[in-house]
């Protein structure tokens, strides 16, 4: 029999079904929250906010992390922005609108509930950001400002300069640094999850590495929350911190938690060319910039051969020989179409030739036009430290007059290609953010839940804290309100110690292959084959050739890796070794899972399926679920389950940026 998935969605028309879930959900009474813990593992801004506000609402947290300090985690990098419905510009934004954008950005393959919930909660999320002090960006009135991203036709974006994650980690950062020092959140850094722990068909506990003394630890509670972000290091190259892994969420699953639409990996199309094979890290150059940077490359390929072999420069080229080309294709959204249109489009033009660097993968991101229009002060009020950035980079200052063509002057332009940035699929949760597991919960990026095929710029951090601040607290509470009944598990429970010595016998056979290679070196091949076959146009042979060889090199990992140094104290290459053991896995399920689903939609493009005019052709037909896929062991192919979507208030439909 199939199998069937309880995605918990009320009842109801999609506007109503959060305060109808709210109006009828269980709560924990406040007396028994004292009696009842909660491990959150990962500080970024999903699980911060969410450990702050679960020690608030009175229960006992435990919220661990891998690096020295929560304010370290990824979520730091985020630069452009995070997306409310205040509708402050008065551009006719509003709750729905931000759903509806969101669905069609994510080309209809979201749940339709989760979104309006999102969408709804948006709003709360800035103001408390606000009364965190978070400095977000002010209009001269006062007034915070906004500006746009991609997939839309208002501002709607929050912004504090090029810093916005950092700002608001700083500010959920404080919250949790208030309940720690209440004593309702105990914080423990440096220190790695490598096992979550089952007893009786529910999430009791976890393991934990402590990465400094290299010691396995034991943690129970009521409930397990992962927090801990996407699985875009899997291949090598990419825009997320170094340390950005997927272990928790792989032994998750591999636990029994499906795991939702891996294939949906977005590709942002703004990020510094890869420049070279010693490279280990990727810079993007924020969505923000697309506000008022105009991306082209030149009409002419004698041109584009010319700028290929440096014998001439973008600011050579005059107006009428430049293409506009996003303009040209998609005049409503012009250079704010939505990422995966956008990498496309940058692609199928470098394809073509026109590539404007020494390798031919790049294109210009031009500010001449708004530098002259507005002045050099405005831009680099609002784009000064990526500006910054990219010179230190590229020793390059897109805000240096280069020369002056019939009295125009032209601006030295960016070059951008796209990269790997962001996971949309991740641990499958219903709507209450419960994975299939009963009592593990996952929240952020490290979830499938609100994106569909492709994420809308500054949609991330909305998901995040959505998440942490509004939705979990909630939700979890379903399931605690008749948790505290039971005892506390012990942590000496038969379960616990079988789940420690497994992570400490993989520790020793990582450590006694006694191999040749580098975790990196090998990193690096698996990276290569991503790109290569799993990457921005997939095909059916491409996909199988990837399997192939991704095979073969977990093959090489399992018998000719070096790992120096012992088990006790800080070994860095030991953790990432593990970190590569997780990526092999979740490399085999983005293939299998692109593999199966023969249409392109999103961030999944499959070559096969395309319009005329090289758009992603998707099939409602026969794919219009979400594939959640259930681990069968190493090497074995996993069991694809099917959440079938249900739209009510949206019509499915083509997605269109051009009217
Ligand atoms: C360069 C860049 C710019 C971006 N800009 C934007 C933007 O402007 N707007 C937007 O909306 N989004 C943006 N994003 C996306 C956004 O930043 C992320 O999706 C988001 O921050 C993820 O938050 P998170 O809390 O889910 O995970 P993370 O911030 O990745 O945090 C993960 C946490 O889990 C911990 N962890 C991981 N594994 C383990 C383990 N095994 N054991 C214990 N702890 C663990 C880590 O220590 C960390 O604390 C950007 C992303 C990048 C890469």
């Given at each position: 029999?199939?199998?069937?998935i309880d995605s918990k969605i009320p009842a109801g028309p999609v506007p109503e079904k959060w305060k109808e879930y709210k109006a009828h959900q269980r709560l924990v009474n ?12 990962g500080t970024g801004l999903a699980g911060a906010s969410a450990a702050a506000s679960l020690g608030e609402m009175g229960f006992n947290v435990i919220n661990l992390c891998i ?246 420069q973008g600011w050579e080229i005059p107006e009428e020989d430049r293409d506009y080309y996003l303009e040209r294709r998609y005049p409503a959204f012009g250079n704010l179409v ?322």
């Amino acid at each position: 029999m199939a199998k069937v998935i309880d995605s918990k969605i009320p009842a109801g028309p999609v506007p109503e079904k959060w305060k109808e879930y709210k109006a009828h959900q269980r709560l924990v009474n406040p007396k028994n929250k004292l009696k009842l813990d909660i491990i959150v593992v990962g500080t970024g801004l999903a699980g911060a906010s969410a450990a702050a506000s679960l020690g608030e609402m009175g229960f006992n947290v435990i919220n661990l992390c891998i690096q020295d300090s929560p304010r370290r985690a990824h979520s730091i990098a985020a630069q452009g922005g995070i997306n409310a419905a205040k509708c402050y510009q008065n551009d006719g934004d509003s709750v729905y609108r931000l759903f509806y954008d969101t669905v069609k950005g994510g080309d209809y393959r979201a749940r339709e509930a989760n979104v309006y919930r999102l969408a709804e909660v948006s709003n709360n999320i800035i103001d408390q950001c606000v009364a965190q002090g978070v400095p977000f960006a002010r209009e001269y009135g006062g007034m915070l400002a906004n500006r746009s991203f991609g997939g839309a036709q208002v501002s709607r974006t929050f912004y504090a300069k090029g810093q916005t994650g950092q700002q608001l980690l700083l500010g959920a950062y404080s919250s949790l640094s208030c309940q720690v020092k209440a004593g309702k959140v105990k914080l423990y850094t440096r220190y790695e999850m490598e096992d979550v722990v089952i007893v009786d068909g529910r999430a009791r506990g976890i393991i934990a590495k402590n990465l400094t003394t290299g010691e396995l630890e034991r943690f129970s509670a009521n409930a397990v929350v992962i927090a801990t972000g996407g699985y875009g290091n899997t291949y090598f190259l990419s825009t997320n911190a170094m340390g950005c892994n997927c272990t928790a969420a792989v032994q998750c699953y591999r636990k029994g938690a499906y795991f939702a639409n891996p294939s949906y990996v977005q590709i942002h199309p703004t990020c510094i060319p890869v420049h070279g094979d010693k490279q280990s890290k990727l810079t993007l150059m924020s969505e923000s910039l697309r506000n008022d940077g105009r991306i082209w490359v030149p009409k002419k390929i004698e041109d584009a051969k010319a700028l290929q072999a440096g014998t001439k420069q973008g600011w050579e080229i005059p107006e009428e020989d430049r293409d506009y080309y996003l303009e040209r294709r998609y005049p409503a959204f012009g250079n704010l179409v939505p990422r995966d249109v956008a990498s496309r489009a940058a692609k199928e033009r470098c394809d073509k030739g026109f590539g404007v660097n020494n390798t031919g993968l790049a294109v210009f991101l031009d500010f001449s036009e708004s530098i002259n229009r507005l002045g050099i002060d405005i831009i680099m009020q609002r784009y000064g430290n990526l500006f910054e950035m990219y010179e230190e980079i590229t020793d390059v200052f897109p805000g240096d007059v280069a020369n002056e063509i019939n009295g125009v002057k032209y601006y030295k332009p960016m070059m951008i290609y796209p990269a790997i940035h962001y996971t949309m699929g991740g641990i499958w949760v219903d709507y209450e953010l419960q994975t299939s597991i009963p009592g593990l919960f996952a929240i952020g990026e490290c979830n499938f839940s609100d994106h569909g095929a492709n994420r809308l710029g500054a949609s991330a951090l909305m998901q995040g804290l959505a998440d942490g601040y509004f939705v979990l607290p909630y939700t979890i509470q379903n399931y605690l309100a008749d948790q505290a009944v039971w005892p506390k598990v012990s942590t000496d429970l038969p379960e616990f110690a079988e789940a420690e010595k497994k992570v400490d016998a993989e520790l020793d056979r990582l450590l006694n292959i006694k191999g040749k290679r580098s975790v990196d070196s090998i990193h690096k091949e698996l990276g290569h084959i991503m790109w290569e076959y799993v990457g921005m146009g997939r095909t059916a042979e491409g996909l199988k050739t990837g399997l192939k060889k991704m095979h073969e090199l977990e093959k090489e990992f399992d018998e000719n890796l070096f790992v120096p140094g012992t088990k006790e104290g800080l070994n860095i290459e030991l953790d990432k070794a593990i970190h590569l053991r997780d990526f092999f896995t979740m490399g085999q399920l983005v293939a299998f899972d692109a593999l199966s689903r023969n249409e392109s939609c999103g961030g999944h493009f499959r070559e096969e399926y395309q319009t005329e005019e090289g758009e992603a052709k998707r099939d409602d037909e026969n794919y219009f679920y979400v594939g959640c896929w259930e681990y069968k062991g190493k090497g074995n192919e996993p069991e694809l389950i099917k959440e079938p979507l249900e739209y009510e208030a949206i019509k499915v439909q083509t997605r269109n940026y051009k009217n």
